[in-house]
DNA sequence: ATTATTAATCGTAATATTGCGATATTAGAA
DNA sequence: TTCTAATATCGCAATATTACGATTAATAAT
């Protein structure tokens, strides 16, 4: 086989592994921390600053959009890419958890 | 092609990468949440708590490991596997990081 | 209208992941 | 030792991801 069985797993499950698996490629992690960087969010250069082609760059954003992780708006002909920190919260929320829960429980 | 160009990227972005492309997967999310769960870390019946055969828990359990998310101990003849809160952590702090800096600078 | 500029999409090759049956491995129980 | 239980590993098929050249679409500038 090789298809992820995503109906077998809950909705916050499914969730959680959709954003970070959008974050699991250092190219894209790279774009959210350029995003970062710029205060001024015309990010149209995103691909000079990276070490790969413009369809390559073109494609990371799409997945960073559909994981929710970006927001683009049209500014010109260019595109503003921002960071949609709903989503950043839903990981550090449910990171946050984990850790709560784990520290009282203090096993091996 | 399709390789990952580990080598162009800082190590942090590298790190975040491999520990959130652990978590990219509802079977793993599921697994860390059973860790949680049950509170003796005695844990030979993840098995039968997830829609998947044994191999592919067990190989599950290593990409986690591998990842640093957990850690397993071995307990007679079965396996004891914890949460490593150490590597939740460090996403955490970085989610937390890009949360305070994307609203200070409030952009879109 | 013609010509850049910016970014998305298509097509495709290389590679990685997922899932599992079959088979090892390892340690306790009989 | 022999049998059983718990996991890990191997090998393979199905599918997904990654990367990029070529092309397209859309807007801006001349």
């Known amino acids: 086989m ?3 069985k995503t109906d077998h797993f809950t909705d916050k ?3 959680i592994a959709t954003i ?3 974050l699991g490629h250092p190219a894209r992690v790279a774009i959210i921390e350029y995003l970062m960087k710029v205060n ?3 990010c149209g250069d995103i691909v000079n600053e990276l070490p790969l082609a413009q369809p390559t760059v073109s494609q990371h954003l799409k997945e960073l959009k559909n994981a929710g992780l970006i927001k683009g708006n049209i500014e010109g002909n260019a595109i503003c890419y921002c960071i ?3 989503t950043v919260d839903v990981l550090k929320d449910y990171f946050s ?3 709560t829960t784990v520290t009282r429980q203090k096993c091996c």
Chains 1, 2 share one sequence.
């Open 20 to 22: 970070a698996k959008a």
């Open 40 to 42: 001024t969010c015309i």
């Open 84 to 86: 949609d920190e709903k």
């Open 2 to 4: 090789g298809a992820t």
């Open 97 to 99: 958890k984990i850790i």
């Open 13 to 15: 499950q499914n969730q």
